[in-house]
Structures are given as C-alpha cells and as structure tokens.
C-alpha cells in the first residue's frame, strides 16, 4: 500500500525536541507539552527521515525548527538542495542566509513574480506539498494543508520540475 | 487505476472559451492562441467536471475565468460552498462579491490569521491542492503548483476538514 497522509494546520504547540535528540526522549525539561504528537511534529519526522537527499522549494522559510531540521540533515550528509523566493530570503527572519552560512546549496527564482511552492522531496521518494509556507505564523496560527505522499505518479512530476527549475534558475 | 495528476504554473496564456462553450469550440475570434491544452485550461476541465457538488477552499479569489466556471456550475445546479479569508474576501478585485450576490454560500474563516488553504473538492470525489491561489497573478505569473487526485486516503481528510471549517465558520 502506497503511503499518504494529510496534515492540517494550524498545529498544537508542543515540545519537538525528541525529534531532534532521539537518543534521550524523556530529558527535556522545557514548559511545553511533552509525549504529543500533532501535525508539525509528523511533518518534522518526514523531514529528518531523508537519508540520501532533500530538495526543498519554498517561497517562505523563517522557521528556526525546520531550519534546525535541514541543518540536522545536512550535518548526517544528507544532499540538500534549496530553491526558493528571491524577495523573501532577503527579508528579516529568513533563514536563508543561516542554510547558505552552513554550506548548503541555495538557489534563488529570479524567472517569475513569486516562486510560490511550498514543497519538499525526500530521498526521490517521498513527497511534501500544500498551502504551508515554512513560517512559525504558518505552523502556529494559519489555517493551512499539507499532503505528504509516496505515490510515483504525484513524486515524478515535483522531481521533474525541481529539476526544471534548479538547472534554470542561477546559483548566485 | 486512481487518477493522480499534477500541474505546474505559470500556465501559457490562451484561449479558454471552449470550455465555457463545448457546443462551438471553433467558433471564437478572440487573438489568444486556440486548440492549445495548458495547466490552466486543465485545472477548468477539472472545476467544470463537478456535476453535482463543489467545496472550495480557498484564501485568495479574485480570477474571473475561474469565477465564470464557479457561476457556470451554479448555473447547472451543482450545490457550491465556498469557504474563504475574511481579509482577502474584502479587498478589491475578490470575486466573493459575485458568487455571494449570485446565490452561492460563502462563508469566512474568522478564528486564524489566515485562511490560507487552496483546495476544492468536486463530487467528493475528486480534490485540486497545492499552492496556487485563485489569483490571475498565480495562474499567468508566478511559479506554483496543484495535485488534482482522485485517492481517497488524500481526499477523504480534506472532506472531512472543510465539513469541520464550515460548521466552525460564521455564514455572515
Ligand atoms: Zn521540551
Ligand atoms: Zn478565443
């Protein structure tokens, strides 16, 4: 069976740190709920499954966990590549310039008005792609969707057209 | 085998009457190009395929082909609800004027920041979502998405989160 799943926003606030420290799942002393699972904690988890590659392509990428997220990923080796909105990484809170300071490969829409996606591919596997920017006001407050899914015949277009768009869009 | 496709924006601009007007496809003398299949005139195929209902949820709606073919459905007696931001709903050029004085049910999303969806349902069967609002800049201009799938592990959730939205909202 194909896998597919639909998250919903926004989503409760909750400690996500186990995510990021799988090793010691009950240490966490902070104030927020510990033990739950809610939609942006499933969205970490795709995230941090990637083992081989992430190519990310989002108009909005402010937020610090999912930030902390694709560092994780490219501090295990995992290939990261990241297209996104050239008027939106230049603007306060973009983490950006944090992903390109760690040596990740940034590429910028320089071709159309908004480059508008909000989608993420794992692996050449798995597939993230919805209405939800990677902003905290996205996650915390907006009504916003997300599907993530395996299904070849919805994964081989976004591979595609990721493609498509890093070979034409420049890497300065 | 379940009908998965996806489209990529921006779309070519053409001529999209034909769709409006099955009957006389060759008789249009407009100077767009004619008899060209795009992403756009594929994602009105989809809308105007509904036969007997149409959910959308969607945070920006000011496109007028795509409020022609919302008024041609209503005009076949397929039961329309739209579900929409209260900011967005009110700023000029939103077609939710027309559809509400036309007879169509719209309600407004008034718990979140932002309603920031961009999803319908035809005949809860079929579901259109990704990150293309119903804007002409989205459509002709920007760099964007939609998944049109008939899966029903993807589209029963969105069933179910815009029967919840729905009840939850305002009719005012
Ligand atoms: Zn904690
Ligand atoms: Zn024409």
Redesign the pocket.
Same mark, same amino acid.
């Given at each position: 069976r194909i896998f597919n799943e639909v998250l919903f926003f926004p989503s409760e606030i909750?400690?996500?740190? @186990?995510i990021f420290t799988p090793s010691s799942p009950y240490s966490?002393?902070?104030?927020?709920? @510990?033990g739950v699972e809610t939609s942006f904690s499933r969205l970490l988890h795709h995230i941090m499954s990637a083992s081989n590659s992430l190519d990310l392509c989002v108009f909005a990428f402010s937020n610090m966990d999912l930030c902390r997220a694709v560092l994780a990923l490219h501090g295990k080796g995992v290939t990261i590549r990241v297209l996104t909105d050239k008027d939106y990484a230049a603007i306060t809170g973009s983490q950006i310039g944090v992903l390109r300071r760690a040596g990740i490969c940034v590429r910028c829409d320089v071709g159309s008005v908004y480059m508008h996606h909000k989608f993420a591919v794992m692996d050449g596997r798995l597939l993230i792609t919805g209405s939800l920017n990677w902003t905290l006001t996205a996650v915390q407050s907006n009504t916003e969707n997300i599907v993530v899914t395996e299904e070849p015949d919805l994964v081989q277009p976004f591979i595609k057209e990721f493609h498509r768009l890093w070979v034409h869009n420049d890497p300065a």
């Open positions: 909750v400690c996500v740190e @186990h966490c002393i902070c104030s927020l709920p @510990h």
